[in-house]
């Protein structure tokens, strides 16, 4: 008789429960929204100056997804990468690495969104800067926001919040690029092999260019570029203090 291995019968338990856990979130999203609760945003970082911002949210949006594609795509990736260090480095200092890059993708996604706040606020009146932050939540959450479109943007910033374990992932990319720099990876497009260096710097260079000229879009951009950011001084840290680190 054959038996089929499971996918995660070598996977390393930080990584199979990070996975499970966010599963299990995405499940949670669908069978609450059904009932009426908004788990995503509940669970998922608002700007800091919203009056939906909550300190845990900070942890807890990186485990929220938008859906499924979202959820299977950083799931992949932390899987395929995250696995790897974790062999490497055990379960505690990956652990630790993990959530450290998912904060510092909320620290620089944050600060960026305060830069384009304060410059959305000084192009509106008081009157209006105050009508934003008093009523926006309750017409947002009518579905409608302001015909104004400065009001209109600054009402999304408050309002939109950011989920996803995207900025971590990033910080494990990062990780896996500066110890296996020469491992050859297969691209889906174009199907090419290339070297993980060459491959993680081409994501970040891209993910800086977006960063910069999408703004707009629905994609938090920085918060990719802070996890892997984080990631890159964590690693540079942890080699100055330890000279057996790799």
């Not at 710097?201 to 891209?206: E, H, K, R, T």
């Amino acid at each position: 008789m054959n038996y089929t291995r499971s996918p995660f019968a070598n996977t390393p338990p930080v990584v199979k429960n990070l996975v499970i856990i966010n599963v299990l979130m995405l499940l949670a999203t669908w069978v609450l929204q059904s009932r009426g609760v908004n788990l995503a945003s509940t669970l998922g970082l608002h700007y800091i100056g919203s009056p939906a911002f909550k300190p845990y949210q900070l942890v807890t949006h990186i485990f929220m997804h938008a859906g499924f594609t979202h959820l299977l795509f950083n799931m992949f990736a932390l899987w395929m990468f995250g696995r790897v260090l974790e062999n490497v480095w055990g379960p505690k200092r990956f652990f630790a690495f993990y959530f450290i890059t998912g904060l510092g993708a909320a620290a620089l996604h944050t600060f960026v969104n305060y830069l384009e706040f304060q410059s959305l606020a000084s192009q509106l009146s008081p009157e209006k800067l105050s009508l934003v932050m008093q009523q926006g939540v309750d017409i947002w959450q009518q579905g409608q926001n302001y015909k104004d479109p400065v009001m209109g943007q600054l009402n999304e910033i408050l309002n939109i919040p950011t989920v996803g374990a995207s900025g971590a992932v990033y910080g494990v990319l990062i990780g896996f690029g500066m110890l296996f720099p020469n491992t050859m990876l297969m691209l889906i497009f174009p199907p090419i092999p290339i070297k993980a260096k060459y491959a993680i710097a081409g994501m970040i260079l891209i993910e800086v260019y977006l960063g910069f000229t999408q703004s707009a879009s629905n994609i938090a951009h920085f918060a990719h570029l802070g996890g892997a950011l984080f990631g890159y001084l964590l690693i540079k840290y942890w080699n100055k203090n330890s000279k057996h680190f790799f």
